[in-house]
């Protein structure tokens, strides 16, 4: 499943080709969409923002179609005379005069007035997302701080789309590591510098994943483990799916373990539980 760092990369491809530009087409697969979207005639998108794992579609009249991908939605993009080859079916097309962003397989797609935004059931639960916010590690760190979360334990908590919105399975991993913390330590046992470390690594492994597609590996290692051959694959993680291998930076093994019914990768060595 796709994590945040993925659909924002995807959101930001959607903006490039509809945003801010006459739409030609605006076409719903799904009935109770369509009739919503009377109220959206002629207007502009003025913003495609993510959520989590949700992209928005702000329009001019602040009405917004809300889309969610969960296992089999994706975007597809092709010039206003074309359709992508493919058998999935297609339930959202926006066109311009020169491309067109178009939704396959999805089946959550809704249309919202300005006042539902707050009171949708994704929309109003949905925790802090760090890439459509802008917020910096110091933001973070309150964020992380706040008491309602202080006794849960972080590999629960990173998975919980209202703590981080669009932190998924690798990210966890990876998160903890970066951030050298144990996966069963709770927010009220880490002292004001390991809070910093976490809200550090969470910045710069969502940043970095979408700049890279979702390497999280250190770049320097990364471009060193390309050059001796290594398989993408192979060099992407930190510790993610390399149960067994010798983590990079102490040579210990890597752990698997499972934890919220996901399977977690760590080292015992650089994450420390105490
Ligand atoms: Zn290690």
């Given at each position: 499943m796709p994590e945040g760092p993925e659909i924002y990369r995807v959101a930001r491809q959607v903006a490039e080709r509809v945003e801010r530009k006459p739409l030609t087409e605006l076409w719903f697969?799904?009935?109770?969409?369509?009739?919503?979207?009377?109220v959206l005639a002629g207007q502009q998108i003025q913003a495609v923002e993510t959520r989590g794992k949700a992209l928005l579609l702000k329009f001019e009249s602040d009405h917004v179609v809300y889309t969610h991908n969960q296992l089999y939605g994706r975007w597809m993009f092709a010039k206003p005379d074309r359709r992508p080859d493919t058998r999935r079916q297609l339930r959202l097309a926006i066109?311009?005069?020169?491309?067109?962003?178009?939704?396959?397989?999805?089946?959550?797609?809704?249309?919202?007035g300005p006042e539902q935004l707050t009171s949708h059931?994704?929309?109003?639960?949905?925790?802090?997302?760090?890439?459509?916010?802008?917020?910096?590690?110091?933001?973070i760190k309150d964020w992380v701080s706040q008491p309602r979360y202080a006794g849960r334990q972080l590999a629960h908590l990173l998975l919980d789309q209202s703590f981080l919105a669009g932190v998924g399975n690798y990210l966890r991993s990876e998160i903890l590591f970066l951030?050298?913390?144990?996966?069963?330590?709770?927010?009220?046992?880490?002292?004001e510098k390991a809070r910093q470390r976490l809200a550090d690594a969470v910045h710069t492994l969502m940043w970095r994943s979408v700049k890279t597609a979702g390497v999280t590996n250190a770049p320097d290692l990364v471009r060193e483990l390309k050059n001796a051959g290594w398989r993408r694959r192979d060099y992407r993680h930190y510790v993610f799916s390399r149960?067994?291998?010798?983590?990079?930076?102490?040579?210990?093994?890597?752990?698997?373990?499972?934890?919220?019914?996901?399977?977690?990768?760590?080292?015992?060595?650089?994450?420390?539980?105490?």
């Open positions: 697969g799904l009935a109770r969409p369509a009739e919503a979207a009377k066109s311009t005069g020169t491309d067109s962003a178009l939704l396959y397989s999805a089946s959550d797609i809704e249309v919202l059931p994704f929309l109003a639960r949905v925790g802090l997302d760090i890439l459509s916010s802008g917020a910096e590690p110091a933001a951030a050298g913390l144990a996966p069963e330590q709770r927010l009220r046992d880490l002292d149960e067994g291998q010798a983590c990079h930076q102490c040579d210990s093994p890597i752990l698997r373990t499972t934890i919220s019914t996901r399977r977690l990768y760590h080292c015992p060595h650089c994450q420390p539980s105490a």
